[in-house]
DNA sequence: ACGATTGGAAACTATCTTGGTTACAGTTCG
DNA sequence: CGAACTGTAACCAAGATAGTTTCCAATCGT
């Protein structure tokens, strides 16, 4: 299953700049909170950019934006944005097609993994980064 | 997310049970359908039966058969037996805690991670083997 | 024009997980 | 006894992940 903390930083980075509230961010300064190297959350930044969740800037001065809102941005934009692949992957070999269950498992599990991949979708769909700040801001204090 | 092929192999193990009806199967000859070494299907099978969804029995004519009816068991039973862990892991390093959403995102992110997951389990829990069989029997004629 | 500050990207490393394999000990039955 | 099983440990190769260094390009203030 999924075994990398990629989705929990990315969340941690567009509630940080939700929470600067629209001022431009570095990813140095970015990097100080999430406790990592800069260039680990450069690489986030590039997915989520490529999602258009965020706007970069290079030169002095440059830095980190919200492309949207943040009522507009939801945890599944983000698990979309960093978490390509499917949740559940099929067998890394195929299994024998000689066998009534090993030649047609895949296409009947297909569906069902689809299915529940949606249902953990429309979930994560419940919560944006604008309910993240206002939680943060509460527990903050 | 990565993730592994655990949950698809370990359905496909318990369909190839359910589907040959009660009989009790080898290690080796469910290795055959899934197309893989018996090790690696008795590593699995090892997990299943910690969570009482298979028993075996060892020595000659010994193998494995289910410990329950094809229709009690559910996809979301398979996915606690071998995905153990949590399905979102937090960071890897645990952010700075002088920053307002470095030190609260965690127990922020918790709560909503943890229903996300329910979610999806809630999902699994409505398909069970004995559906699968039966999927698999229409599409295998 | 210069220099400081920033992102962009490649390359390398250490560590962990996964899947596959071999090997061997213990159990059961004929 | 000997064959057919499970039960495990140990090891390896391949891939993913996170961290780090390094260099280039773009931008801005002076």
Redesign the pocket.
Same mark, same amino acid.
């Given at each position: 299953?999924n +075994? #990398?903390?990629?989705f929990t930083v990315a969340i941690h980075i567009l509630t940080l700049l939700a929470h600067g509230g629209g001022e431009q961010m +570095? #990813?140095?300064h970015i990097a100080g909170s999430v406790n990592?190297?800069?260039?680990?959350i450069?690489r986030l930044?590039?997915l989520l950019r490529d999602a258009k969740l965020v706007t970069?800037?290079?030169?002095?001065?440059?830095?980190?934006l919200l492309a949207r809102p943040p009522k507009g941005i939801t945890l599944r934009d983000i698990y979309r944005a960093v978490e390509g692949s499917t949740l559940f992957p099929l067998h890394?070999?195929t299994p024998n097609p000689r066998c009534p269950v090993g030649s047609t498992i895949q296409s009947a599990l297909g569906g069902h993994f689809e299915e529940a991949q949606l249902a953990l979708e429309k979930d994560l769909e419940r919560t944006t980064v604008a309910d993240l700040v206002k939680e943060v801001q509460t527990l903050a204090r």
């Open positions: 299953m +075994t #990398s903390s990629r +570095t #990813s140095e990592t190297n800069p260039v680990v450069r930044l590039s970069s800037q290079v030169g002095v001065g440059g830095g980190w890394s070999n």
